[in-house]
């Protein structure tokens, strides 16, 4: 199992604390994970390469996976 990191801010710079992240692949998304009070969101999956990250069930960007990625609602 692979683990990426999504850190999740508002416009204000403010941490995205609560929101659903997950990330799709083309073989399927993964289970959906709470992001913590900083905005944090560790995301577990068995893919790798190519991810799109959804954030409240919205597209928000892309990222490699495994890895880190920010975005900002």
Do not use: C, W
């Amino acid at each position: 199992m692979h683990t990426s990191t999504i850190y999740v801010r508002h416009g204000d710079r403010s941490g995205g604390s609560g929101v659903k992240v997950a990330l799709g692949f083309p073989g399927g998304v993964t289970e959906t994970f709470i992001a913590d009070r900083y905005g944090v969101a560790e995301v577990e999956h068995d893919s790798t390469g190519y991810a799109t990250i959804f954030v409240n069930g919205r597209r928000q960007g892309t990222m490699v996976a495994p890895g880190e990625a920010s975005v900002t609602l």
